[in-house]
């Protein structure tokens, strides 16, 4: 059996939910689905949730609070939660796909990069990335749009199909959402 911890926000929330990702983690055999909800601080699993105290370093779930928490000089219950856990699945809210500069996006994928080299020490763990969904065109602009779609470079390639990085894999939210649908095109993609 393998445990699997998802540590999310608000757009975490919706794909637990409307993507039944209880359900499907079900389906597959003895793996067994935690999720740690930032905003409401509720641990959840197959039997239910509880309310704790437990919460992010920074309070968020921004690449530098995911980076912080996988530090070695970083200790808290979150922390020690996390690390009993098999497979620990990541997510930051859109908002951090608001990327306005050249130099922020290199911190972006710094954080990234120290996130991966901190779990391929501990050879028993799996990451995996879930990247930051897009923001929506009026939210946005042509050169932040761009950025947006370039931090998942580290995560994914271009053709969206995942890329490892030892035990690490990304599943590219931000591609994938950016598909026009028969309705409309949820970002930029000029």
């Known amino acids: 059996m393998k445990k699997i911890l998802f540590l999310h926000r608000s ?3 919706n794909l ?9 983690i079900a389906t597959h055999g003895d793996d067994e689905l935690s999720d ?3 905003n409401t601080r509720v ?12 919460v992010m370093p920074g309070g968020n779930t921004t690449p530098r609070d995911f980076a912080a928490l996988f530090r070695d000089d970083y200790h808290s219950p979150l922390k020690d939660l996390t690390m009993e ?11 951090n796909s608001n990327i306005k500069s050249s130099d922020e996006l290199h911190e972006v994928q710094n954080y990234y990069r120290s996130i991966a080299q901190y779990l391929t020490q501990h050879a028993d763990k799996k990451l995996i990335i879930l990247t930051s969904p897009p923001l929506i065109p009026l ?12 931090s998942t470079s580290l995560q994914t390639t271009a053709a969206r199909k995942p890329t490892c990085y030892d035990a690490n894999t990304a599943a590219c939210c931000h591609l994938i959402l950016t598909q026009t649908n028969s309705h409309h095109k949820l970002l930029r993609h000029d």
């Not at 641990?43 to 437990?54: E, F, H, I, Q, V």
Request: hydrophobic share 35%.
């Open 85 to 95: 856990f098999d497979a620990i699945v990541i997510k930051s809210c859109y908002p």
């Open 16 to 24: 637990i939910r409307d993507g039944k990702m209880y359900e499907l």
């Open 139 to 150: 939210l946005t602009n042509r050169a932040n749009a761009t950025r947006a779609r370039d």
């Open 36 to 38: 740690f909800n930032q």
């Open 43 to 54: 641990l959840r699993d197959a039997d239910g949730s509880r309310k704790t105290d437990m």
């Open 11 to 13: 757009v975490g929330e």
